[in-house]
T-cell receptor, first 115, second 112 residues
Framework: KAGVTQTPRYLIKTRGQQVTLSCSPI?????VSWYQQTPGQGLQFLFEYFSETQRNKGNFPGRFSGRQFSNSRSEMNVSTLELGDSALYLCASSWGGLQGNSPLHFGNGTRLTVT | QKEVEQNSGPLSVPEGAIASLNCTYS??????FFWYRQYSGKSPELIMSIYSNGDKEDGRFTAQLNKASQYVSLLIRDSQPSDSATYLC????????????WGAGTKLIIKP
């Protein structure tokens, strides 16, 4: 069974630009959640999509948004990039999502650098 | 105030000994508790999940949950050098919605 696939692996962007990250979950998983990992703040939950609907949300500003397609693939968009957005962005898929208390399966992450 | 607290370490344990990792969480509606292991430069991978008070064993790993005291721990028996990694505690809480709150992680070093 293929794992969670994130693309691209690395991105370099300039302040003020926007960026879109992609995540393909494990086949059969309907939940995709996104996380930001930085040395200072650790892992932080961004949001979760389940069957094309945003079901849960963390405490990030509206510049961070996402969507999920009918095949469960998900995209995350960050607009008006700031230097502080430089981080490793991880997506994870699960069968039942947070409401189902399901364990997460992580992708390899996208390393975003904002200059 | 951080909601999930872990000792950042590093925690140094001799090979073959028991490694004990602890995690405390704040008083919210906590649904489930997870331990993930993250090797340097890699993504987190699930070690254990626990949902009710008591112990849960899986091979060399035992998770312990005490909701009254608001802590969850992970014991690793017969520690191996390959266990050297950062261990992340994650708590699924329900407030206005569900959120997965992560501890900062404990770096574990197993010395041969």
């Amino acid at each position: 069974k293929a794992g969670v696939t994130q693309t691209p692996r690395y991105l370099i962007k300039t302040r003020g630009q926007q960026v879109t990250l992609s995540c393909s979950p494990i086949s059969g998983h309907r939940s995709v959640s996104w996380y930001q990992q930085t040395p200072g703040q650790g892992l932080q939950f961004l949001f979760e999509y389940f069957s094309e609907t945003q079901r849960n949300k963390g405490n990030f500003p509206g510049r961070f948004s996402g969507r999920q397609f009918s095949n469960s693939r998900s995209e995350m968009n960050v607009s008006t990039l700031e230097l502080g957005d430089s981080a490793l962005y991880l997506c994870a898929s699960s069968w039942g999502g947070l409401q189902g208390n399901s364990p997460l399966h992580f992708g390899n992450g996208t390393r975003l650098t904002v200059t | 105030q951080k909601e999930v607290e872990q000792n950042s370490g590093p925690l140094s344990v001799p090979e073959g000994a028991i490694a004990s990792l602890n995690c405390t969480y704040s008083d919210r509606v906590s649904q489930s508790f997870f331990w993930y292991r993250q090797y340097s430069g890699k993504s987190p991978e699930l070690i254990m999940s626990i949902y009710s008070n008591g112990d849960k064993e899986d091979g060399r790993f035992t998770a312990q949950l005490n909701k009254a005291s608001q802590y969850v721990s992970l014991l690793i028996r017969d520690s191996q050098p390959s266990d050297s990694a950062t261990y992340l505690c994650a708590v699924n809480v329900r407030d206005s919605n569900y959120q997965l709150i992560w501890g900062a992680g404990t770096k574990l070093i197993i010395k041969p």
